[in-house]
C-alpha cells in the first residue's frame, strides 16, 4: 500500500511542468520573482514556439527571462515590459497575441470556417432529402406502365 501511494506521489510530481528557471535567474525579491514568473508565462519562447519561456530550455528563452527580470529591476511596470517585448519581437512573442485588425482571422476564422462548414453540411442534406423523394407517376407515365403490365400478364398473375 504505502509503495503504491509512493508510486502514485512520484508519477504526480513527474508529471508536473518543468519550469527552465535557473537558480541563479531568480531574483531575491519575491514579489518582483513573482511578476516575473506571471509575466515569463505570457511570452512565447520563439524557438520552441508552443512553450512560454518559463517553460522553455531554450538559450533565447534564457535570455528573454533574464531581460524580463531587467526591465522589472529597472522599475518598468508589467504592461512596460510587455511592450518592450513586443517592440522588439513582434506581436508574435507573446503566447496570446492582441485581437487588432490583422489577427482578426487568426482570431475568429475558424469559428467563421466551422460555421460556414455547418451550414454546407445542412444545405447539402436538405438538398439530398428532396431529391430522395420518388415523384409520382404523371397520369401519361402511369397508363403507359398498366399498358406494359397487362401486355406481359397471362391471366394466371404470372408474366409470359
Given at each position: 500500500?504505502?509503495?503504491?501511494?509512493?508510486?502514485?506521489?512520484?508519477?504526480?510530481?513527474?508529471?508536473?511542468?518543468?519550469?527552465?528557471?535557473?537558480?541563479?535567474?531568480?531574483?531575491?525579491?519575491?514579489?518582483?520573482?513573482?511578476?516575473?514568473?506571471?509575466?515569463?508565462?505570457?511570452?512565447?519562447?520563439?524557438?520552441c514556439?508552443?512553450?512560454?519561456?518559463?517553460?522553455?530550455?531554450?538559450?533565447?528563452?534564457?535570455?528573454?527571462?533574464?531581460?524580463?527580470?531587467e526591465?522589472?529591476?529597472?522599475?518598468?511596470?508589467?504592461?512596460?515590459?510587455?511592450?518592450?517585448?513586443?517592440a522588439?519581437?513582434?506581436?508574435?512573442?507573446?503566447?496570446?497575441?492582441?485581437?487588432?485588425?490583422?489577427?482578426?482571422?487568426?482570431?475568429?476564422?475558424?469559428?467563421?470556417?466551422?460555421?460556414?462548414?455547418?451550414?454546407?453540411?445542412?444545405?447539402?442534406?436538405?438538398?439530398?432529402?428532396?431529391?430522395?423523394?420518388?415523384?409520382?407517376?404523371?397520369?401519361?407515365?402511369r397508363?403507359?406502365?398498366?399498358?406494359?403490365?397487362?401486355?406481359?400478364?397471362?391471366?394466371?398473375?404470372?408474366?409470359?
Open positions: 500500500m504505502i509503495r503504491t501511494l509512493l508510486l502514485l506521489a512520484v508519477l504526480a510530481l513527474g508529471t508536473a511542468p518543468a519550469l527552465a528557471v535557473q537558480p541563479d535567474e531568480v531574483l531575491d525579491d519575491p514579489s518582483l520573482e513573482a511578476r516575473a514568473r506571471t509575466l515569463s508565462a505570457e511570452v512565447r519562447c520563439l524557438v514556439q508552443n512553450q512560454s519561456i518559463d517553460d522553455s530550455n531554450a538559450e533565447l528563452a534564457r535570455d528573454l527571462r533574464l531581460l524580463v527580470r526591465r522589472l529591476v529597472a522599475g518598468d511596470s508589467n504592461e512596460e515590459v510587455l511592450d518592450y517585448l513586443v522588439r519581437y513582434g506581436p508574435f512573442v507573446l503566447l496570446e497575441p492582441p485581437k487588432t485588425e490583422s489577427t482578426l482571422i487568426l482570431w475568429y476564422g475558424p469559428a467563421v470556417l466551422l460555421g460556414l462548414g455547418a451550414i454546407a453540411v445542412v444545405v447539402t442534406l436538405a438538398r439530398r432529402r428532396k431529391s430522395a423523394a420518388p415523384t409520382p407517376l404523371t397520369p401519361e407515365e397508363r403507359r406502365l398498366d399498358a406494359l403490365l397487362d401486355e406481359g400478364d397471362d391471366g394466371t398473375g404470372r408474366t409470359a
